[in-house]
């Protein structure tokens, strides 16, 4: 696979189950290396501008939201200060939930572990943000959030490459649609390409 | 921007603080263990104050290493669950931070569960030290750091094994049987007051220098490692 991501798009990864997408994403994150050839991010992208939501939820159960959320904060060097608060509670707003809700996420339903999920994947500001199947198991008010907020993600100059098997969720906002099969992308398309059934008509 | 290592290591401590205030799972486990233990053996042996100064410093860290065994798998399936550890390998925090983190809150949870049990110690086995107790005091210091420094380094080296519960003893104690003799020895010595502990207790110092500096140098890789 030859493939060139660019800046202010967002791409969407579709294909079969066993098609190589996760395993794309995780390479693109770092968490797997490729057993040949070389995934080269832009020289000046560090590893912190990388936001990565997997197919798990990558939170801590037994804290609330806004606990997982002020952690991560801190891990990405945020500090602990009001501002960065402020961005917890923002990015909380942003996909629909609560920043004052006070139940651990082991009480949260799917959709808003997910929800949780991307706000704490974007939460850094990234220049890149890889996304697994973030639309599964959230209902279709989440979704068109989720989407509105991905589209608003890539307005502001970020790389958003998502997989889902959903794809009218983004049938309005994503930029360029890859299929993959058997670890290569073997179709391209644009938004303008898709098929009738694909944008939900 | 990325955060320093004190922060990120003070932000993982009160993280694993809270998670382990909130579900107990270590704590009560380790404790019970423990406990279990020390009534077990003293039912067994009934020994007297002479005898008991001699065998109670085996007894004591034999019982904490296997209590901290599951204060150690624990640590890590934390992680584990949800993909969390996938997390903090995307983010810009130091893998260094991480593992000392974990070391200074397996140390407060194990050496809590040694201050909680050992005057069970003192009652069952009616020890009394001869030797300077301040100086058992180091070696309980000394002796924990060594467990959990060692312990959580190999509970994260046998994360990702099928069956790291049976993996992290098998690594763990071969690699403890210096620390593990240099804390009964000195402890032993302490208590019956016949021999000097200075000398276990400077090899003990030496061991936990050492497995802290090769855990906080190595541990990248083992947190990178497919």
């Given at each position: ?6 800046a ?10 066993g ?8 390479m693109?994150a ?14 000046n ?9 997997g ?16 952690y ?17 509670e ?15 996420v ?12 991307l706000a704490?994947a ?7 943000v ?28 970020c790389?958003?490459?998502v ?39 | ?16 603080l809270r998670?382990?205030?909130?579900s ?28 008991s100064?001699?065998?109670?410093g ?8 296997f ?13 584990m669950r ?9 983010s ?26 050992s ?18 005091a ?8 060594a ?9 994260a ?9 049976v ?12 620390a ?11 208590l019956?007051?016949?021999y000097?502990p ?16 090769a ?12």
């Amino acid at each position: 696979m030859n493939f060139c991501f660019n800046a202010s798009t967002l791409y969407v990864l579709l294909g079969d189950n066993g098609a190589g997408k996760s395993t794309l994403l995780r390479m693109l994150a770092g968490l797997t290396q490729p057993t040949s050839g070389k995934v080269e991010l832009n020289a000046n992208f560090t590893r912190q501008q990388v936001g990565y939501m997997g197919h798990a939820s990558l939170l801590y159960d037994e804290l609330t939201g806004m606990e997982n959320l002020r952690y991560f904060a801190e891990l990405q060097g945020m500090g602990t200060s009001h501002e960065t608060i402020k961005k917890c509670e923002l990015a909380m707003n942003c996909v629909g939930l609560d920043p004052g809700m006070h139940r651990n996420v082991h009480a949260y339903s799917q959709g808003m572990r997910q929800r949780l999920s991307l706000a704490r994947a974007v939460l850094h500001s990234p220049k890149i943000v890889l996304l697994d199947e973030p639309f599964s198991n959230v209902d279709a008010v989440s979704m068109a959030q989720m989407s509105r907020h991905l589209g608003e993600l890539r307005d502001a100059g970020c790389t958003v490459i998502v997989i889902t098997h959903q794809v009218t969720a983004l049938a309005h906002t994503g930029d360029e649609f890859l299929t993959m099969q058997l670890g290569r992308i073997i179709e391209s398309r644009k938004r303008a390409q898709l098929r009738p059934t694909e944008v939900g008509l | 921007m990325s955060g320093g290592f004190y922060a990120i290591t003070r932000a993982n401590l009160e993280k694993d603080l809270r998670l382990e205030w909130r579900s107990k799972d270590a704590l009560n486990a380790m404790g019970f263990f423990a406990l279990l233990v020390v009534v077990i053996f003293a039912m067994s042996f009934d020994p007297s104050a002479e005898e008991s100064r001699r065998i109670v410093g085996g007894i004591f860290w034999v019982a904490f290493l296997f209590a901290a065994i599951v204060a150690l798998n624990q640590t890590w399936a934390r992680e584990m669950r949800n993909q969390v550890l996938d997390a903090y390998r995307v983010s810009a925090a130091p893998a260094s931070a991480l593992f000392f983190s974990k070391v200074l809150g397996n140390f407060l949870f194990v050496g809590l569960i040694e201050l909680l049990v050992s005057p069970l110690f003192v009652v069952f086995y009616n020890v009394r030290s001869i030797g300077p107790v301040w100086q058992l005091a180091v070696v309980f210091f000394l002796g924990t750091w060594a467990l959990v420094a060692n312990g959580t380094f190999f509970a994260a080296l046998s994360l990702r094994t099928r069956n790291r519960e049976v993996m992290l003893p098998l690594l763990l104690f071969p690699i403890s049987i210096p620390a593990l003799l240099a804390m009964v020895q000195a402890t032993t010595n302490i208590l019956s007051g016949e021999y000097s502990p200075d000398m276990w207790i400077k090899l003990l110092a030496g061991y936990d220098v050492v497995f802290t500096i090769a855990g906080l140098l190595m541990f990248e890789v083992v947190l990178n490692a497919e």
